[in-house]
């Protein structure tokens, strides 16, 4: 093989590792987003679970202050009753007092009813929490991971740039801007080889004469389908 070619090869792989490890790079962001959604949304379904729980609660306190409220119309309603004279007005309080005792009959079901809901959200809310706890612990374990990742990249990076920056420095500047091109509008892939008569960068098959001139290794031959430049398939 050419030495124009091998010093081209082996800095197209160093640029295809770069090209690589960025890409990961740029994951990572999506993934950390992807860990804090999982935990956003189990802080919200824990917020709701205690908004339900409050809300319930309120419903109960609301329901034993309006029973109060009666008990304590129904004294003032008998203390009135004892006070008067007038049978008349004695059953109409008294009509009153059973009305209330009623209401507060009712109200006092309806207590029952809410402490059960109280009880349900209650473990709602206590689920919500462990669930919540799990989930930071996944996300906590994967943000660490990410991290990791980032900075294990990000030192692979430095290395393959310090490698990259030897093997540049030994290529021909007579084909180095055309590789370069090359990188930028052929998707990564300067460089493809010559397999079974065709560029394996493209699949298509060449023409005879350029097929001797690589399988030759006397001068550096362009694919006349893609312009990528041709080595022999070893």
């Known amino acids: 093989m050419l030495d124009e070619i091998r010093g ?84 109409a309080l008294g009509h009153e007092v059973v009305r209330y005792k009623k209401e507060i009959d009712d109200l006092e079901t309806r207590e029952l009813e809410a402490m059960e809901e109280v009880d349900i959200f209650r473990k709602k809310q206590t689920e919500a929490q462990a669930q919540l706890a799990k989930t930071k612990g996944f996300v906590e ?20 740039k310090a490698e990259r920056e030897k093997h540049v420095a030994e290529v021909s500047e007579d084909y180095l801007p055309l590789y370069v091109k090359l990188m930028k509008s052929k998707d990564g892939m300067a460089i493809g080889t010559l397999k079974d008569g065709k560029c394996t960068g493209c699949h298509m098959k060449v023409i005879a004469s350029t097929a001797i001139a690589v399988q030759g290794e006397k001068e550096v031959t362009q694919c006349e389908n893609c312009g990528r430049i041709l080595a022999v398939d070893e």
């Open 8 to 91: 081209l090869l082996i800095l197209q792989d160093r640029d295809r590792r770069l090209i690589t490890l960025g890409k990961e790079l740029a994951k990572l962001p999506q993934e950390e987003a992807r860990a804090n959604a999982k935990l956003n949304g189990d802080t919200a379904a824990l917020k709701k679970a205690h908004d339900e729980l409050i809300a319930i609660e309120l419903k109960v306190k609301k329901i034993e202050m309006d029973a109060e409220t009666r008990r304590t119309t129904i004294k003032r309603l008998q203390t009135q009753q004892f006070e008067t004279k007038k049978n008349d007005e004695y059953n």
């Open 141 to 160: 374990e994967d943000l660490v991971s990410i991290k990791q990742r980032h900075t294990q990249m990000e030192e692979q990076v430095k290395e393959v």
